[in-house]
C-alpha cells in the first residue's frame, strides 16, 4: 500500500490511501486481539478517539506540544484500558463483546455530551497541524509520506510480535485456557498486558489522524466504525500479520469508489462478514495462500 501510494499524484486519492493505513493499523491492532489471543472488543474506536481527542483538546484549546498530547493520550488509553480490561477480561464470548460495546458507547455518548470540552455533535475544531523534525506536514503528500513511515515501523514490530514468544502463547491461550494455565503461563496477565498495549498503539494511531484531518467528531469514534474495524479483520484473515491490512484495503476503497452504495455500506459489512465466516475460513488472506501454494505446485 505504500509503494502504491508513492505513485498517486492526485490528491483525493492520496487521502484514500493516508484512510487507509490508518485503518490498516486500527484493524491489525484488533486482528492482535481477535485473531491471536480470541479477545472479541467491540469498543476500539474509543481507544481512537480517545487519542484523536486527547491531542485535539490539548493543542487546539490550551496550545500543548503535539508530541506531548500524543504521550498523554497513550497514558489516559492506557490507564482506562487496564482499569476495563481487568474486569471484562474474566469475561468469555458474547459476554466480553457485550462488556466491550458498553464501554464503547459510553466513550461515545461523553464525545457528544461533553461540548464544553469536545465540541460535541459538531466537533472540535482548530486542530493545528504537526511537524516532523522542522517539516510541516500541511499536504497530502508531505503527511502520505510520514504515515507510510509510520506504517513501516507498524509492520516491522508486527512481524517481531508474529515470530515472538508472546505470539506464540496467545495463540495458545486463544486454544485452550485451562491448558495453558496448567503449563504455567498467566492468562489474565498476558490477555491484560495485550489489552492495554494495543490500545495503547491505537491510541496513537488516533492522535495523528487528529492532526491530519484538523477536525474530529464523535461519529469518527462510533460503534460502526468498531464494526467496521471488525469486518477489515475478520474479511483480511485473522491471525495474519497482512489480514488487517488487506482488509482495510478493500472494504476502504469500496464505499470511496462507489460513492452510489454509500446508504448501504453496513448491509453490505453485514454480507461480507456473514460470508467470510461461512465460506471462506481465515480470510482473503489465507485464500491467496491457497491460491499462491496451487500456483508453484503447477509449476
Given at each position: 500500500?505504500f509503494?502504491v501510494?508513492m505513485?498517486?499524484k492526485?490528491e483525493?486519492?492520496?487521502?484514500?490511501?493516508?484512510y487507509?493505513?490508518?485503518?490498516?493499523?486500527?484493524?491489525?491492532?484488533?486482528?492482535?486481539?481477535?485473531?491471536y489471543?480470541?479477545?472479541i472488543?467491540l469498543?476500539?474506536a474509543a481507544?481512537?478517539g480517545?487519542g484523536?481527542y486527547?491531542s485535539?483538546i490539548?493543542?487546539?484549546?490550551?496550545?500543548?506540544?503535539p508530541?506531548?498530547t500524543?504521550i498523554?493520550?497513550?497514558i489516559l488509553?492506557a490507564?482506562?484500558?487496564?482499569?476495563i480490561?481487568?474486569?471484562?477480561?474474566k469475561l468469555?464470548?458474547?459476554?466480553?463483546?457485550?462488556?466491550?460495546?458498553?464501554f464503547?458507547m459510553?466513550v461515545y455518548?461523553c464525545f457528544n455530551?461533553?461540548?464544553?470540552?469536545t465540541?460535541?455533535p459538531s466537533?472540535?475544531?482548530?486542530i493545528p497541524?504537526?511537524?516532523?523534525?522542522?517539516?510541516?506536514?500541511?499536504d497530502e503528500?508531505?503527511?502520505?509520506?510520514?504515515?507510510?513511515?509510520?506504517?513501516?515501523l507498524?509492520?516491522?514490530?508486527?512481524?517481531?510480535?508474529?515470530k515472538?514468544?508472546?505470539?506464540?502463547?496467545l495463540r495458545?491461550?486463544?486454544?485452550?485456557?485451562?491448558?495453558?494455565?496448567?503449563y504455567?503461563i498467566?492468562v489474565?496477565?498476558?490477555?491484560?498486558?495485550?489489552f492495554?498495549v494495543?490500545?495503547c498503539i491505537?491510541?496513537?494511531?488516533?492522535?495523528?489522524?487528529a492532526?491530519?484531518?484538523?477536525?474530529?467528531s464523535?461519529?469518527?469514534f462510533s460503534?460502526?466504525?468498531s464494526v467496521?474495524?471488525?469486518v477489515?479483520a475478520?474479511?483480511g484473515?485473522?491471525?495474519?500479520i497482512?489480514?488487517g491490512t488487506?482488509g482495510a484495503?478493500?472494504l476502504?476503497s469500496?464505499p470511496?469508489i462507489?460513492a452510489?452504495?454509500?446508504?448501504?455500506e453496513v448491509?453490505i459489512?453485514?454480507?461480507?462478514l456473514?460470508?467470510?465466516?461461512?465460506?471462506?475460513?481465515g480470510?482473503?488472506a489465507?485464500?491467496?495462500?491457497?491460491?499462491?501454494?496451487?500456483?508453484?505446485?503447477?509449476?
Amino acid at each position: 500500500m505504500f509503494w502504491v501510494g508513492m505513485y498517486v499524484k492526485n490528491e483525493y486519492y492520496l487521502s484514500l490511501v493516508i484512510y487507509i493505513l490508518f485503518n490498516a493499523i486500527n484493524a491489525s491492532c484488533l486482528n492482535v486481539l481477535l485473531g491471536y489471543a480470541g479477545i472479541i472488543s467491540l469498543g476500539q474506536a474509543a481507544f481512537f478517539g480517545i487519542g484523536a481527542y486527547s491531542s485535539g483538546i490539548l493543542t487546539a484549546t490550551y496550545g500543548i506540544n503535539p508530541y506531548l498530547t500524543i504521550i498523554i493520550g497513550v497514558i489516559l488509553s492506557a490507564v482506562i484500558a487496564l482499569i476495563i480490561g481487568y474486569p471484562a477480561l474474566k469475561l468469555h464470548g458474547h459476554y466480553l463483546a457485550m462488556a466491550t460495546l458498553g464501554f464503547g458507547m459510553i466513550v461515545y455518548i461523553c464525545f457528544n455530551e461533553m461540548d464544553f470540552l469536545t465540541g460535541g455533535p459538531s466537533g472540535l475544531t482548530g486542530i493545528p497541524d504537526m511537524s516532523f523534525f522542522g517539516f510541516l506536514l500541511d499536504d497530502e503528500y508531505k503527511f502520505f509520506v510520514f504515515m507510510g513511515a509510520v506504517y513501516m515501523l507498524f509492520l516491522f514490530l508486527m512481524e517481531m510480535f508474529d515470530k515472538s514468544f508472546l505470539s506464540y502463547k496467545l495463540r495458545f491461550i486463544h486454544e485452550s485456557e485451562n491448558a495453558s494455565s496448567s503449563y504455567g503461563i498467566d492468562v489474565a496477565k498476558t490477555k491484560l498486558t495485550t489489552f492495554v498495549v494495543v490500545a495503547c498503539i491505537t491510541s496513537i494511531n488516533g492522535s495523528l489522524f487528529a492532526f491530519y484531518s484538523n477536525f474530529v467528531s464523535p461519529v469518527s469514534f462510533s460503534f460502526h466504525y468498531s464494526v467496521e474495524m471488525l469486518v477489515m479483520a475478520v474479511f483480511g484473515g485473522l491471525g495474519s500479520i497482512t489480514g488487517g491490512t488487506i482488509g482495510a484495503a478493500i472494504l476502504t476503497s469500496i464505499p470511496e469508489i462507489f460513492a452510489e452504495i454509500e446508504d448501504f455500506e453496513v448491509v453490505i459489512y453485514g454480507v461480507i462478514l456473514a460470508v467470510t465466516i461461512l465460506f471462506l475460513d481465515g480470510g482473503i488472506a489465507k485464500l491467496c495462500r491457497r491460491l499462491a501454494g496451487k500456483y508453484v505446485k503447477s509449476e
